[in-house]
């Protein structure tokens, strides 16, 4: 019994990270109807903002309040620059989103000098509770995780923002006859996920060692869950990352690492070919 409540936390603690990774993708792939494969390089630059900001002295703290900052202004210039053009063709701002993820991974490869670096957890120990010890900081993750989906949810649902991007969500065409500027929608909507893949990449570079290659894992997995939980909806990529981080954590505990990986693919790949359309296809913000 001790093991499985450990067991659940340490998946609890990764899921959480993952639901952050998919509502940054999900977002820009409901608003804009593409996929931005540059989003697990999003969040490569939000870890090694942490660790720049460590290498310079500063701690870990500074870096994790600007890795979202940081990596927000990095998408919003990626988004004024270069994709706000290829909104109309969805198939070449999949292949300029990779391109652009290319250039960032090779970019920090170089900076990085090819070594995998190690960074301190900013609040290290662990708690006890029922002569269980859990660890500190992947409880903050799960707590901050927990806040951030409250806030989305309710800004999305109680603010005149929110309604004006539900509004360009269901209806782009009469959101644009009604006056709103979907332009800066789509700037704003592009920002916020850039923010949220640096904040997930700040919070789960102190659980991992940093690489150039840390987006790529958590890239394929978003992708998966949001294909699972549904484009369009503020809790199909939610339920979509639970059940691909759940899956993705538990399943080499079952079967050998090797085969960890593909099980999932195939898995969740299965259920979207039961269910093309997702978990949820409605939203109801």
């Known amino acids: 019994m001790d093991f499985a409540v450990k067991f659940a936390f340490d998946i609890l603690a990764f899921t959480s990270v993952m639901v952050l990774v998919v509502l940054g993708l999900g977002v820009i792939a409901s608003m804009m109807g ?18 720049l900001s460590s290498e310079l002295g500063l701690g870990t703290w500074p870096g994790l309040l600007a890795a ?18 290829f909104y109309k063709a969805p198939i070449i701002a999949m292949l300029g989103t990779y391109a652009i993820g290319l250039i960032i991974r090779e970019i920090v490869r170089g900076l990085l000098g090819g070594h995998y670096k190690s960074i301190p957890e900013p609040i290290g120990g662990a708690f006890s509770i029922g002569g269980l010890e859990f660890s500190i900081w992947r409880t903050m993750i799960i707590a901050i995780t927990l806040a951030v989906i409250a806030g989305i949810y309710l800004l999305l649902a109680r603010t005149s923002i929110g309604l004006r991007v539900r ?15 979907t332009g800066h929608l789509y700037a704003l ?13 700040a919070l789960i ?21 949001v294909m699972l939980g549904g484009v369009g909806t503020f809790e199909g990529p939610v339920i979509g990352a639970a059940a691909v981080g759940s899956l993705a954590a538990w399943l080499p505990w079952v079967v050998t690492p090797v ?22 296809t409605v939203g109801r913000l």
């Open 205 to 225: 570079v102190p659980l991992y060692q940093l690489s150039a290659d840390i987006g790529i894992r958590f890239l394929v997995q978003a992708f998966l869950s």
């Open 167 to 181: 509004g360009a969500l269901e209806n782009p065409m009469l959101a644009r006859a009604c006056g709103i500027s």
């Open 68 to 85: 979202p900052v940081v990596v927000g202004l990095i998408g919003l210039v990626l988004e004024r620059t270069i994709i706000r053009r």
């Open 34 to 51: 593409i996929f931005n494969f540059a989003h697990g390089e999003l969040v490569l630059l939000g870890a090694y903002t942490v660790y």
């Open 259 to 280: 085969l960890a990986d593909p099980l999932v693919f195939v898995i969740a790949l299965a259920i979207v070919r039961l269910r093309p359309q997702g978990f949820i």
């Open 189 to 201: 909507t592009f920002t916020f996920g850039a923010a949220l893949a640096g904040l997930a990449g």
